[in-house]
Structure formats: C-alpha cells, structure tokens
C-alpha cells in the first residue's frame, strides 16, 4: 500500500456506494487544465474521458453536466433536459462554494451537495469512463451505468455537434 492514491470525498462515495472504480493518478499542468490534455497524458480516448461543468438555472438552481472533454456543451440542451428555461456557466469564482471542488478537479461525485446531473449519452458507448477523482491529477475510471444510477443523472445528447442543424 505505499503509492496508494489519498481518498478524495469522491473516492468515499464510491467506497460507501460499493462502487468499482480505478483511481488514476496523473501529472498536472497548471497552464494546461484542459481534459483533452489530460486524456493526452493518461493515453485514453478523449471520448471517453468525462468533464464535469456546473451550470446555473434563472431561478439560481444548479446542473451539473458531463460530456466529453474534447467536446462543447450545448446550453440549449442542456436546459431542455433539465426542464429549465436556460442554463448558463456556473462562474469559476462560485465553484467551490456550490460543489467543494476547484476548477480542473470538480467530479460528479462527492460533490457538497447533490444536485441534478446530466451525463452526455455517448458515455453508454463505453465498459467504463473517467471522470475527475475530486482533485487536479485524479481521474476515476468506472462503469458509466453504475455512475448514471448512483447519481440519479439523467443521460442525454448535451453536446454540440458539427453536423446538427441551426435551428
């Protein structure tokens, strides 16, 4: 046990939740937070390597949304799911008084409290995908139905896409 990775509320979860995960440590680039970049490095499909972004509702409600790293969000969408009028970016300086996590280390899991989570549909393309471990430099790879279930969150196509039509 002398490189075992520290437990990060995410971890617990999972581990309460009797929930299989990999916990994969990784080197982190300050000038580059990106997900992409992070899927570079650990040599993984970035498809399949997941951001957590957070989103706000008009009514200051809180989504929580995850999509590939190498793809946008589609706000619009995301709002349909949600049963929201519109959803905008949580602002960076707000992150971690709404979920406990910083920017480039926000996980679905573990998060404050619970709130609403969409999970972009590709992730049922996948046996497992990687979501943060709760801090820079940890992913947790994991088997996105069991995640979808321990979370609630709901599946749907959030993302923006080249080929869908202008509306």
Do not use: W
């Not at 990106?34 to 490095?41: E, N, T």
């Amino acid at each position: 046990m002398g490189n075992a990775v520290k437990k990060t509320n995410a971890m617990r979860e999972l581990d309460v939740a009797g929930i299989a995960y990999h916990a994969i440590p990784y080197e982190v680039d300050e000038h580059d937070l990106s997900g992409v970049h992070v899927a570079q490095q650990l040599g993984e499909d970035a498809d399949q390597v997941f951001k957590t972004l957070v989103t706000v509702a008009p009514s200051g409600a809180h989504v929580v949304c995850c999509i590939p790293v190498a793809e946008e969000l589609d706000l619009k969408a995301a709002a349909r799911a949600a049963h929201e009028k519109s959803l905008a970016m949580l602002h960076v300086k707000d992150l971690l008084g709404v979920t406990g996590y910083i920017r480039g280390g926000c996980s679905p899991v573990g998060m404050k409290r619970r709130l609403p989570v969409i999970i972009d549909e590709t992730c049922q393309l996948f046996d497992t995908i990687m979501v943060s471990g709760g801090r820079r430099g940890l992913q947790l790879e994991l088997d996105p139905n069991e995640l979808v279930a321990h979370l609630g969150a709901q599946m749907a196509d959030i993302c923006k896409r080249e080929d869908s039509h202008v509306g």
